[in-house]
């Protein structure tokens, strides 16, 4: 019995020393874990902010040139109708001349409408413009749903507006923001394909890039973001470009 005493405690020693350490080792394991999520939430948040951000500026900045030519046609339309006006009168008033001098010159009505085409071509462009703008307002206040519809409508109708190549990269805006990613990326793809000099070119490039890795189609994400990077590597797209990139390093893509 008292051989025995001693081993009993040194088993008892060595049991209050693994008690003793275990906890401690589990509760850093546990910070490390803690810390390396709080790590990659740092990482998710701050690239969906600045993504966030980024969208907001080009909306805000798109918006305020659409107003500028909205309000630039509309006073060109208030010309042309002053214009119209003023012939209409001058045709009055040589009418009323020939008139009293006993002559019949039906010849300058054909002159009175000249201005009426002038002004039909200029409402066309207000009323083009007032449709890329209702869609646009759409998106920006967030009714996606309105938005898809209103810049396919536009689409439709004025498939060779000058404003046809942002109104088909907005559109893939709204599908990716509604996370309908196979659509963004065909209408994405669709902005460099077919309006190859359209300034929309490097953020649709960009997206493309973004809704390959939505997809989990890795190398085509590579691919894309790696030319962004090499086409306009002084863009605020090709700083979004390397954060990308740089994730799908951390993540082993």
């Not at 020693?13 to 401690?24: D, I, K, S």
């Not at 009323?96 to 039906?106: F, K, R, Y």
């Not at 507006?161 to 996370?179: D, P």
């Amino acid at each position: 019995m008292t051989a025995a005493t001693p081993k009993l405690r040194l088993i008892v020693l060595g049991a209050l020393c693994l008690a003793l350490v275990w906890p401690g080792t589990a509760l850093t394991q546990s910070r490390d874990v803690q810390q390396r999520l709080e790590r990659v939430e740092r990482i998710i948040d701050g690239e969906a902010f600045q993504n966030m951000a980024q969208l907001i500026q080009t909306l805000d900045q798109e918006n305020r040139a659409l107003r500028g030519e909205l309000e630039t046609l509309r006073n060109e339309l208030d010309l042309v109708r002053n214009r119209q006006r003023e012939l209409y009168m001058d045709l009055d008033r040589r009418l009323e001349s020939l008139a009293q001098d006993g002559v019949a010159q039906p010849a300058p009505a054909a002159q009175a409408a000249e201005p009426e085409f002038g002004e039909v071509v200029v409402d066309a462009l207000v009323d083009e413009r007032a449709a890329y703008q209702r869609a646009f307002d759409t998106l920006r206040e967030g009714r996606h749903s309105a938005a898809i519809e209103g810049f396919r409508g536009f689409l439709e109708t004025y498939p060779d507006s000058h404003l046809a190549a942002n109104a088909q990269y907005w559109l893939g805006e709204a599908y990716y923001v509604t996370r309908d990613f196979a659509q963004a990326l065909e209408t994405f793809e669709r902005v460099p394909r077919a309006y190859p000099n359209s300034d929309k070119i490097p953020d649709a490039l960009l997206k493309i890039g973004f809704a390959h890795y939505e997809l989990g189609q890795w190398e085509q994400a590579r691919t894309a973001l790696n030319q962004v990077v090499q086409r306009f590597p002084d863009g605020t797209v090709a700083r979004l470009a390397n954060q990308r990139l740089a994730r799908m390093r951390d993540e082993g893509r």
